[in-house]
Every structure is written in C-alpha cells, then in structure tokens.
C-alpha cells in the first residue's frame, strides 16, 4: 500500500556530498513519520535521522548524534519526497541507507516503529 523508492546513493571521497532522496507513493496521510536508517557489514540497523510529518507541517527532527552538525533530513518541495543532505561525509558512514515511514509520528529512533521500508541505496566514502 505504500512504496518507498532510495536513490542518490553513490561513491565519494571524504570531505564530500551526497543527497539521498526516497520517494514514497501510496496513501497519503497529515500525520506520520518517516526516517533514514542504514546498516553497515557486519552491524545492525542504526537510526540516521527522522522527521514527524503534524498536519503536513514539518514538525520535530531527530538525528544520530554521529551525524548531527553534518546530515540534514527534509521534505523536497514536491511534499512527497524525502530527502537526506549528507555533507562532510566520513568513512564510517559507508553503509547501506534505508528509507521507511510510519502511521505513527512518535517514537522514530527505532526501528520497530516503522512499518515499512525502501529496499536501500549504497553509500561508500573513501579515505
């Protein structure tokens, strides 16, 4: 009922850009959340950054302490996008990056709030 598409995802060096963006297609609704999660080889599934949607008004953010200062979650212009602006990119961030939403807007550091998912978008940054 609701599909999520990443893309944007690539390889760069240290020090530089990537914009992630997930489309989502399906019903639509005022309030609900959605976040980036990403998983490295080897490593569980950890919280990026989320954004609770309050009557189509962007409401609360919330990132991972690893990316605050650097990574910025946003919706595009065309509302129905979601974007990750991921500068000052380091090695560590090398991963697998996942988009998904959730019905509800609280809580959505964890995973187990979301009920569904992108299939994934590959980011590798290089020393």
């Known amino acids: 009922q609701v599909q999520l598409v990443e893309s944007g995802g690539g390889s760069v060096q240290a020090g530089g850009s990537l914009r992630l963006s997930c489309a989502a297609s399906?019903?639509?609704?005022?309030?609900?959340?959605m976040g980036w999660f990403r998983q490295a080889p080897g490593k569980e599934r950890e919280f990026v950054a989320a954004?609770?949607?309050?009557?189509?008004?962007?409401?609360?953010?919330y990132y991972a302490d690893s990316v605050k200062g650097r990574f910025t979650i946003s919706r595009d212009n065309t509302k129905n996008t979601l974007t990750l602006q991921m500068n000052s990119l380091k090695p560590e961030d090398t991963a697998v990056y996942y988009c998904?939403?959730?019905?509800?807007?609280?809580?959505?550091?964890?995973?187990?709030?979301?009920?569904?998912w992108g299939q994934g978008t590959q980011v590798t940054v290089s020393s």
């Open positions: 954004i609770a949607f309050i009557g189509w008004i962007d409401g609360n953010t």
């Open positions: 998904a939403a959730s019905h509800r807007v609280a809580p959505l550091i964890a995973a187990g709030s979301y009920e569904y």
């Open positions: 399906g019903r639509t609704v005022s309030s609900y959340g």
